[in-house]
């Protein structure tokens, strides 16, 4: 064997062979193009070859994907993705850390819980404080955890109602030309809300708690003049409020209330030159005591991964075009 090439053998059950390899074997060749090593399975036994600390990383993530099998989940590839994301970052993996986190199940029995560390710390911060900011790009679970939290605090009887809001703001569609009455109007907008609620609660039971007034969904117009006691509150796509509307938002909570505010800073609809209410509240309230900000990034997409890279292509391009951005904004300010 060549210098500093060592191999490792690691005991893989028969039964959970085919959930940790992927079908067609996918996540034990990502594992060997990513981390440089090769994977040699037989007779119940993997061996890992390759450069010492290559093959560490290997077991390590290998060892992760094991312990998740036997606790009954199904090996996807955003879990095999995480775990190198991790090792490439020198970080320890924790995935089995997090798989005992769970905050409730589906209608269809599916346990809800972090799947990334930028996740836990999320779900932990809605836990602590009062109010919530988690800020990151689609697909890193924002609006459905804080939903799992506030259906599950419900349950508990922790509050007495939930609300859900969401600014009604027109993407390129006028609200005028939708079909029916104001309510089936602005219905579309608030849809993804009542996705995560059937989801996770069943339509019944949604249908039911939402007749008695101990659910709503209303766009973030209704919510002014109100004082929200005992209500678990989530404001969606926070990113196109207006700091009037924020700073309303924010002043209607009352005693006994848990407050989340979802967003994703780079997707604004707001008018040209129009000041992000998401934004001005992470700069005025960074400081105060009670308040949490969670900043999500694109580790912690937990969508198909195509919309992790999607994401990821985003962010370079914006990093890329910001200083021409720049200079553009500098020269017609010097006119």
Excluded: W
């Amino acid at each position: 064997m060549a210098a500093g090439i060592i191999e490792e053998k690691l005991e893989l059950p028969a039964e959970h062979e085919k959930n940790v390899y992927g079908q067609f074997d996918e996540h034990i060749k990502k594992l060997e193009r990513s981390l440089n090593v090769t994977l040699v399975s037989r007779d119940g036994t993997l061996r890992i070859v390759g450069p010492e600390s290559n093959v560490k990383c290997a077991r390590n993530c290998l060892e992760q994907l094991l312990e998740l099998s036997r606790r009954g989940n199904d090996i996807t590839e955003q879990n095999v993705n995480y775990l190198i994301a991790l090792a490439m970052d020198s970080r320890e993996s924790s995935l089995v850390e997090l798989d005992g986190d769970c905050i409730c199940h589906t209608i269809a029995g599916r346990p809800v819980k972090p799947k990334t560390l930028g996740q836990k710390r999320y779900v932990d911060a809605i836990r602590e404080h009062m109010i919530v900011f988690g800020v990151g790009p689609a697909g890193t679970g924002k609006t459905y955890l804080a939903m799992a939290m506030a259906i599950t605090a419900f349950r508990n009887d922790e509050v007495s109602r939930i609300i859900l809001t969401r600014p009604a703001i027109e993407a390129g569609e006028k609200l005028g030309f939708l079909p029916g009455d104001l309510q089936s109007k602005v219905d579309p907008y608030l849809r993804p809300l009542y996705d995560a609620l059937y989801q996770i609660m069943g339509a019944d039971s949604f249908q039911k708690n939402m007749e008695k007034g101990l659910i709503e969904v209303a766009p973030l117009a209704y919510m002014r003049g109100r004082t929200l006691d005992n209500a678990y509150i989530i404001l969606d796509e926070a990113q196109n409020t207006t700091p009037a509307q924020m700073k309303m938002f924010l002043t209607r909570i009352g005693f006994g209330s848990k407050v989340i505010v979802t967003g994703d800073a780079s997707q604004k609809d707001l008018p040209s030159g129009a000041k992000s209410g998401l934004d001005v509240a992470m700069q005025v309230l960074r400081r105060v005591e009670g308040i949490s900000f969670c900043e999500l990034t694109s580790k912690d997409v937990v969508r198909h991964p195509l919309v992790q890279k999607i994401v990821q292509a985003y962010e370079a391009f914006e990093k890329k075009a910001a200083p021409a951005q720049d200079r553009i904004q500098k020269r017609r300010k010097s006119r």
